[in-house]
């Protein structure tokens, strides 16, 4: 079975950073477009960042262009969120997606992370 377990999260200081961890299994994780998307109460779910396959092309929302970098290391079925610069309206719940070939879509569970002073 398709597993997206998100690590990473947590309270951070404004102007602080955290690395999320997105750990896959049960699929070819090198042939999935891998992001991430964060969701706070009362506000939709919004794409943060996006990485195809190869690596080729990465696309960020606006709100964090400059801050986070999104990554992946294939050899570890991982994928990555480096949130740097931190701030109150970045607190959300994270979550990593995956879609596999055949555009099949696979969601974990979210990490919290909260950034307040």
């Known amino acids: 079975q398709v597993q997206l377990v998100e690590s990473g999260g947590g309270l951070v200081q404004p102007g602080g950073s955290l690395r999320l961890s997105c750990a896959a299994s049960?699929?070819?994780?090198?042939?999935?477009?891998m992001s991430w998307y964060r969701q706070a109460p009362g506000k939709q779910r919004e794409l943060v960042a996006s990485?195809?396959?190869?690596?080729?092309?990465?696309n960020y929302a606006d709100s964090v262009k400059g801050r986070f970098i999104i990554s992946r290391d294939n050899a570890k079925n991982t994928a990555y969120l480096q949130m740097n610069s931190l701030k109150p309206e970045d607190t959300a719940v994270y979550y990593c997606?995956?879609?596999?070939?055949?555009?099949?879509?696979?969601w974990g569970q979210g990490t919290q992370v909260t950034v307040s002073s």
């Open positions: 997606k995956a879609v596999r070939v055949g555009g099949l879509g696979s």
């Open positions: 049960g699929f070819t994780f090198s042939s999935a477009v």
């Open positions: 990485m195809f396959s190869t690596g080729g092309r990465i």
